[in-house]
């Protein structure tokens, strides 16, 4: 089946979003539409598992089997929904993991 073949990044952050890049069987990506992004309906029903609150937000044309997304950063993993609280603690792991707070 093609849904075990598809492979998840580890989630990588800036200071606004969280990000994960999901890379699918290229048989797989040759049926999806190549103009236009998913929408969650549509990648769901291809097999990509994830928790709410992903978007798929560009196509990488020199690789169209790899999907790009992204979510706001303190996104409620089960409800996908921004929880401010969780914002700042996210903003906060982000400063400290690249050494942006002040001494």
Same mark, same amino acid.
């Given at each position: 089946?093609?849904?075990?073949?598809?492979? #998840?990044?580890?989630?990588?952050?800036?200071?606004?979003?969280? #990000? &994960?890049?999901?890379?699918? =069987?290229?048989? @797989?990506?040759?049926? @999806? =539409?190549?103009? &236009?992004? @998913?929408?969650?309906?549509? %990648? &769901? !029903?291809? $097999?990509?598992?994830?928790?709410?609150? %992903?978007? *798929? #937000?560009?196509? *990488?044309? +020199?690789? +169209? *089997?790899?999907?790009?997304?992204?979510? +706001?950063?303190?996104?409620? =993993?089960? !409800? $996908?929904?921004?929880?401010?609280?969780?914002?700042?603690?996210?903003?906060?792991? #982000?400063?400290?993991?690249?050494?942006?707070?002040?001494?």
């Amino acid at each position: 089946m093609a849904a075990s073949r598809i492979e #998840y990044s580890e989630k990588y952050a800036d200071d606004n979003n969280e #990000y &994960r890049h999901v890379i699918l =069987p290229k048989d @797989l990506a040759k049926t @999806l =539409p190549k103009s &236009r992004l @998913l929408n969650e309906q549509e %990648w &769901r !029903s291809i $097999g990509v598992q994830q928790s709410r609150g %992903w978007v *798929h #937000y560009a196509i *990488h044309r +020199p690789e +169209p *089997h790899i999907l790009l997304f992204r979510r +706001p950063l303190g996104t409620d =993993p089960q !409800s $996908g929904r921004v929880d401010q609280e969780l914002v700042a603690q996210a903003r906060e792991e #982000y400063k400290n993991q690249f050494g942006l707070t002040r001494k």
